[in-house]
């Protein structure tokens, strides 16, 4: 007796096509998390990691004019390391994750993006509007755009202490922001670290500056 054949599936089954179909669908579905994990932080995932970021400022400058402006800020909160001593890791990452949102709500304009490049080191990219009338105003000063996200930070920290009192933690934290004005020409063949090398000077200035005020409230003790 001859060995009976087996018959090929049919693909008008439609069992067939469901397992066909959620295959590819596991395939794309995997790419895209290689995708995240390769583009987005690992702690914060909404937010770009420092490769993605390097080649975001590189797409954005390739499809825009040379003299197209943009702002770096880098952020580095203050205090961060007492917060992770005094209320332990679980605790240093849950004000990450506020400060994550509370730095995406704020910053999302058009081409407007938000990075982590360290451990608490964020940095915010602004692009300058295009003036369309000679009329209207010089774009603003990268001094003024770093008092702007200072007051912006610090506003939106303390509403989210306000809304809740699981969010206590991040009141214990502050904000030193350095911000440095760039063209796209400016971004040819310069690797991201240099291009943060001026903002991340200015943010040690800015943070340098503020601990020396907070010094100057505390008054001396009467002997």
């Given at each position: ?37 390769a583009n987005h932080d690992t702690l914060l995932s ?75 080191e964020f940095v915010i990219f602004l692009p300058v ?95």
């Amino acid at each position: 007796m001859s060995e009976k054949r087996r018959s090929l599936p049919r693909y008008n089954d439609i069992s067939v096509v469901n397992d066909t179909l959620g295959g590819v669908d596991a395939v794309v579905k995997a790419a895209q998390r290689v995708f995240e994990q390769a583009n987005h932080d690992t702690l914060l995932s909404e937010l770009l990691n420092r490769n993605a970021l390097e080649q975001y400022i590189t797409q954005w400058a390739n499809n825009h004019d040379p003299h197209s402006a943009f702002y770096l800020a880098v952020v580095d909160l203050n205090d961060f390391k007492r917060v992770n001593d005094l209320h332990g890791h679980l605790v240093g990452n849950e004000v990450l994750a506020d400060v994550a949102k509370i730095m995406t709500d704020s910053f999302r304009r058009k081409d407007e993006i938000v990075a982590r490049v360290g451990g608490d080191e964020f940095v915010i990219f602004l692009p300058v509007e295009e003036a369309t009338d000679l009329q209207e105003r010089e774009p603003l000063s990268a001094e003024a755009v770093q008092r702007y996200i200072l007051a912006t930070l610090y506003e939106a920290r303390d509403e989210k202490v306000l809304e809740s009192i699981e969010a206590t933690a991040i009141a214990e934290v502050g904000f030193s922001v350095g911000v440095k004005r760039y063209l796209a020409i400016d971004t040819a063949g310069v690797p991201l670290d240099e291009l943060l090398a001026g903002p991340d000077a200015l943010m040690y200035e800015d943070k340098t500056r503020q601990k020396q005020q907070l010094e100057s409230k505390v008054e001396p003790a009467v002997q």
